[in-house]
């Protein structure tokens, strides 16, 4: 058993589970099976991060070479058609969430497919990391008893860890930067 990240793209993370020697056919080939955490399938969100002129997308752990990036999610109401706005907080990493300073779309209308959010996150710092989380706002008068969703980041990422990097300075050309991943690891002396 393990964690699959968010497969469906609905928010939610999903499990993986192995079954060794599960018998598909005539052989003990083995199987594995994802379970949704949301109960279900789910409306599929798709949360991505793009570069600013939105040519490409952009990894996880990837670079901006602006001082800004795009903020792309699919605006579903699981409510059925009504309207909806993107509110998006982009942070440095290590600079906890806290709903201040968020920026968000107008009303639009999901219709019955959905709506696709597009929006830039800018005025970043060079030589900085980000993380980012975004959720989706349904409006009251169509959706009175859930004002907004809940919020959602890269998949296979929490909302703690590094989603991008931007990195502007032109003299850092043709030199290569490496950036690990801090590990840490309790020592019992034994």
Request: overall charge negative.
């Amino acid at each position: 058993m393990g964690t699959a990240g968010d497969v469906n793209g609905d928010g939610f993370a999903d499990v993986i589970v192995g079954a060794y020697y599960y018998r598909f056919t005539f052989q003990n080939e083995g199987a594995a099976f994802v379970y949704y955490g949301n109960e279900g399938p789910g409306l599929s969100l798709n949360p991505r991060q793009r570069r600013a002129d939105d040519s490409a997308p952009i990894a996880h752990l990837g670079l901006s070479s602006e001082y800004a990036f795009r903020l792309a999610l699919w605006g579903r109401s699981p409510f059925g058609r009504g309207q909806v706005k993107l509110e998006w907080e982009v942070k440095p990493l290590g600079t906890p969430f806290d709903g201040s300073d968020t920026d968000q779309t107008a009303w639009l209308d999901s219709g019955t497919a959905g709506v696709e959010f597009n929006e830039l996150a800018f005025d970043l710092s060079d030589d900085t990391a980000y993380h980012w989380r975004a959720r989706l706002h349904y409006h009251p008068v169509t959706t009175p008893f859930q004002q907004h969703g809940r919020w959602v980041t890269m998949p296979w990422n929490g909302w703690n860890e590094q989603d991008l990097r931007v990195e502007t300075d032109p003299t850092s050309k043709g030199r290569v930067k490496v950036f690990l991943p801090i590990v840490l690891r309790s020592y019992d002396g034994g």
